[in-house]
C-alpha cells in the first residue's frame, strides 16, 4: 500500500539555521512528489514538486528537495531559515497508475525561534 | 493567481442537523477536491469532482454528499451531521487533474458538530 512517513511531528530551530525536514514514501510505482506549506488559519500553498529529471528541485523562497529513489525518500531543506517559515509542512504523494490518488503525510511543524 | 474561497469559514452545528460547505473557485479549473484535516491525520479525500455535474467518491465519503452544480462551486453536504464529524475541511482546484496536478486550496471551514 503506498504511504507517506514524516517521521518529525515537531522541529524547532533558531532563526538563521539551516534546515532539514524528512519524508518517506513507500510505493512501488512511478512517484509524483509535493511539498506543501501551510500557515496558520490558511489552506495549503504549493512549495515545489518532483516528477522526474534532476533529484534536486528548487521551490519558492529558498526551499528545495532532493528526490532519492533508492532511499524512497524526499527531503526538504533550506540554507538559512526565517521566522515567517513557521508553519506546518506537508509532503504528499501521488500515484501514477491511480490519477486522483493523493497521500498527505502527517505534517511537520515547525517552528523557528527569532 | 488561483482564488478559492470557502463559506462558512466557522460553524457550528447540531447532531442530526444538515450542513452544507461551499466552495467558490474563479480559476476556471475542471477539478476540485474535498479534503478534511484531523491532528495526526493529515489531509484525507472525501469527494472531488471532474467538472460541472460530476461528484466522486474520495477515501472516507461515507456521511457524506457532494454536489457539483457549476464549473466554479462545489458543495459538501452533511446530511446527518454526528460528532465524528468535528474538523476542519478544505475545498481545493486543479486544472489538469491526475498525478502531476497543482492543488490550490481553499483557506479552510472549521466545523464543530455538537
Known amino acids: 500500500a503506498q504511504s507517506v512517513t514524516q517521521p518529525d511531528a515537531r522541529v524547532t530551530v533558531s532563526e538563521g539555521a539551516s534546515l532539514q525536514l524528512r519524508c518517506k514514501y513507500s510505493y512501488s510505482g512511478t512517484p509524483y512528489l509535493f511539498w506543501y506549506v501551510q500557515y496558520p488559519r490558511q489552506g495549503l500553498q504549493l512549495l515545489l514538486k518532483?516528477?522526474?529529471?534532476?533529484?534536486v528541485v528548487q521551490g519558492v523562497n529558498g526551499f528545495e528537495a532532493e528526490f532519492s529513489k533508492s532511499n524512497s525518500s524526499f527531503h526538504l531543506r533550506k540554507a538559512s531559515v526565517h521566522w515567517s517559515d513557521s508553519a506546518v509542512y506537508f509532503c504528499?504523494?501521488?500515484?501514477?497508475?491511480?490519477?486522483?490518488?493523493?497521500?498527505f503525510g502527517k505534517g511537520t511543524h515547525l517552528h523557528v525561534l527569532p | 493567481e488561483a482564488a478559492v474561497t470557502q463559506s462558512p469559514r466557522n460553524k457550528v452545528a447540531v447532531t442530526g442537523g444538515k450542513v452544507t460547505l461551499s466552495c467558490n473557485q474563479t480559476?476556471?479549473?475542471?477539478?476540485m477536491y474535498w479534503y478534511r484535516q484531523d491532528t495526526g491525520h493529515g489531509l484525507r479525500l472525501i469527494h472531488y469532482?471532474?467538472?460541472?455535474?460530476?461528484?466522486e467518491k474520495g477515501d472516507i465519503p461515507d456521511g457524506y454528499k457532494a454536489s457539483r452544480p457549476s464549473q466554479e462551486n462545489f458543495s459538501l453536504i452533511l446530511e446527518l451531521a454526528t460528532p465524528s464529524q468535528t474538523s476542519v475541511y478544505f475545498c481545493?482546484?486543479?486544472?489538469?487533474?491526475?498525478?502531476?496536478?497543482?492543488?490550490?486550496f481553499g483557506p479552510g471551514t472549521r466545523l464543530l458538530v455538537l
Open positions: 481545493a482546484s486543479g486544472e489538469l487533474g491526475g498525478h502531476q496536478d497543482t492543488q490550490y
Open positions: 504528499v504523494l501521488s500515484c501514477d497508475t491511480n490519477a486522483y490518488k493523493v497521500i
Open positions: 480559476n476556471n479549473h475542471n477539478n
Open positions: 518532483y516528477y522526474s529529471g534532476d533529484p
Open positions: 469532482s471532474y467538472g460541472a455535474g460530476s461528484t
